[in-house]
């Protein structure tokens, strides 16, 4: 038999998500993110889950590649660009459209293929200070390629530093006004935090990402606050139970001690799987339907549950880690980090089933 230990990814949720998205941005077309393996959800999975999407934006130029090769039509945009000369011919061949973040990928895109006819977004830095041209740059990048015969069609793109908090977005939405001719392309702008918060920032394409799988952009929300149905559920079974001691302790470095007698869970999973090592004792778990908590250190293949509020729990009973009924922003709030990180950080032993 198989550990017990499986995430099941649910295409119907992935489909509903795309329609939040839709619902919200209707005069939008949708470029669904699917870099990083479809944030662990498998990205030709996805990719078909979400065949009704205008286009998709990952970062391999092997992904997109395969993608096309596999039958998807769509628009596919390289979200990093191009890294090297020798790539033109694939993106051209494959009819792959490229972002262009720099003076240097501007020039090298002079030397396209004869007859090549390339789709290309100018990335522009409004503020986040990551990728992007600078407003100077932009005007030198946007002549250069206007005078390039081998693009077909130009885009204009920046992304968002703080859709998702106080700050918001009306400070880069300014700067990206004050850039010349900024009207005269279509624009994507929207990440998921902007899809639901700022619909003056949908334009012409959109980019949700988070939002997809389910999870929410904001601190302190869960997707479900805003419609959202997680697309994967993480669970497993408990293999064995532990009757404690006052004064036992539980795991390496015994962190965590009984202050009564009690029984505690071990569940077929752990950080090796991608579940997060430093999630503290309290971190939400469900078992047999009920809501617990993890107690002790997680180790590299277990961890452990309080079983108080669930005394009928056996080996055997089922255990969701996230997901349906425990939701993955909760699980990374309690370990400090973020339910991006805990969906794409998906071990590959970790078995898939589909839904």
């Known amino acids: ?60 130029l092997e992904a997109a590649v395969e993608l096309r090769e596999t039958g998807f039509r769509q628009r596919i945009v390289l979200l990093e660009g191009f890294f090297e000369p020798t790539e033109l011919p694939v993106l051209v061949s494959h009819n792959l459209a490229t972002v262009v973040h720099s003076l240097e990928q501007a020039a090298v895109l002079d030397g396209l293929p004869s007859g090549a006819r390339l789709d290309a977004l100018i990335k522009v830095n409004t503020g986040m200070n990551r990728l ?21 069609s130009v885009i204009l793109m920046t992304h968002f530093a703080n859709a998702d908090d106080e700050r918001g977005v009306a400070w880069q939405m300014e700067r990206l006004r004050e850039l010349p001719g900024h009207d005269q392309f279509p624009r994507s702008l929207a990440n ?54 006052s004064g036992d302790t539980v795991g390496y470095g015994g962190l965590f001690r009984a202050e009564r007698v009690m029984r505690i869970g071990v569940v077929a999973c752990g950080y090796a799987d991608g579940y997060p090592r430093h999630a503290p004792t309290g971190t939400p778990v469900q078992v047999a339907g009920r809501m617990t908590g993890t107690v002790g250190r997680v180790s590299m293949d277990l961890l452990c549950v309080d079983l108080a509020p669930v005394p009928e729990a056996r080996p055997g009973s089922r255990v969701v880690l996230w997901g349906e009924g425990v939701p993955v922003e909760r699980v990374a709030e309690s370990a400090g980090t973020v339910g991006y990180q805990l969906l794409c950080a998906l071990s590959p032993r970790v078995r898939i089933v589909e839904s």
């Not at 003056?200 to 805003?226: E, N, Q």
Request: overall charge positive; aromatic content about 6%; proline content about 5%.
């Open 192 to 245: 998921s935090a902007a899809i639901l918060r700022y619909p003056d920032t949908h334009a012409d394409w959109v980019r949700p990402g988070i939002m997809l799988y389910g999870c929410s952009p904001f601190v302190g929300k869960i997707g479900g606050d805003a419609g959202l149905v997680p697309a994967m559920t993480l669970e497993s079974r408990l293999i064995a139970v532990q009757d404690l001691k």
């Open 132 to 152: 992007g041209l600078s407003p100077t740059d932009y005007v030198a990048v946007r002549d250069r390629l206007s005078r390039n015969s081998g693009i077909a």
């Open 1 to 60: 038999m198989s550990r017990p230990l499986f995430a099941t990814i649910h295409s119907a949720a992935l489909r509903h998500n795309l329609a939040v998205v839709r619902r919200h941005a209707p005069r939008s077309q949708v470029l669904a993110v699917i870099k990083a393996n479809a944030y662990g959800h498998g990205r030709l999975r996805v990719a078909a889950a979400l065949s009704e999407a205008d286009g998709f934006g990952l970062l391999e």
